[in-house]
T-cell receptor, first 116, second 114 residues
Framework: DQQVKQNSPSLSVQEGRISILNCDYT??????FLWYKKYPAEGPTFLIS?????DKNEDGRFTVFLNKSAKHLSLHIVPSQPGDSAVYFC???????????????FGTGTRLQVTL | NAGVTQTPKFRVLKTGQSMTLLCAQD?????MYWYRQDPGMGLRLIHY???????AKGEVPDGYNVSRLKKQNFLLGLESAAPSQTSVYFC?????????????FGQGTRLTVV
């Protein structure tokens, strides 16, 4: 039972245009949502996050939107650049009980290719 | 800052062999994690630790053991490797829940079991 889903395995966007990556979740207990970016042969690196009590967070070219009623979040990249070509993972943090770790549950990733 | 360092980066094992993957972090994080990444399946949590001397099972713990004798180190062991354990393994660490949200990842260990 996949609690975090990224239904688009790949996305191709022209340089300068907007990239929109989507993510759906099923668990209402997630308190934070994060996006990670991963280049080949490297570990995932943190990109941006949003608290479950917010509906938008912006950091430069990256904006994450959260729609709690639809259990849906999206990452917008504007303008897209060739260096943005990577695999993007959506992740959700479980609140956890006192004394337990905050665990991240990941989606399967979306491969973004930004073309010239 | 080194961040999260994994050793080794690559390894080929024969079925039935054992090995230990080492993860070290220098950020004084309380939580540490081991994930595996397989094509089409994202990152799945194997085991995790909330502090020195404590470990817990994640989503896919079978065939693996872990230990956290020191706060900065988290070891992942395969006692008898199987081809199904061929994967890329990532270690991560994160601060306590009230001190931050993001997890920091190592560069990964690519393990092939033949």
């Amino acid at each position: 039972d996949q609690q975090v889903k990224q239904n688009s395995p790949s996305l191709s966007v022209q340089e300068g245009r907007i990239s929109i990556l989507n993510c759906d979740y099923t668990n209402s207990m997630f308190d934070y949502f994060l996006w990670y970016k991963k280049y080949p042969a490297e570990g995932p690196t943190f990109l941006i996050s949003i608290s479950s009590i917010k509906d938008k967070n912006e950091d430069g070219r990256f904006t994450v939107f959260l729609n709690k009623s639809a259990k849906h979040l999206s990452l917008h990249i504007v303008p897209s650049q060739p260096g943005d070509s990577a695999v993007y993972f959506c992740a959700a943090r479980t609140i956890g009980l006192t004394g337990t770790a905050s665990k991240l549950t990941f989606g399967t990733g979306t491969r973004l290719q930004v073309t010239l | 800052n080194a961040g999260v360092t994994q050793t080794p980066k690559f390894r080929v094992l024969k079925t039935g062999q054992s090995m230990t993957l080492l993860c070290a972090q220098d950020m004084n994080h309380e939580y540490m994690y081991w994930y595996r990444q397989d094509p089409g399946m994202g990152l799945r949590l194997i085991h995790y630790s909330v502090g020195e001397g404590t470990t817990a099972k994640g989503e896919v713990p079978d065939g693996y053991n872990v230990s956290r004798l020191k706060k900065q180190n988290f070891l992942l062991g395969l006692e008898s490797a199987a081809p199904s354990q061929t994967s890329v393994y990532f270690c991560a660490s994160s601060p306590r829940r009230d001190r931050g949200t993001e997890a920091f990842f190592g560069q990964g260990t690519r393990l092939t079991v033949v």
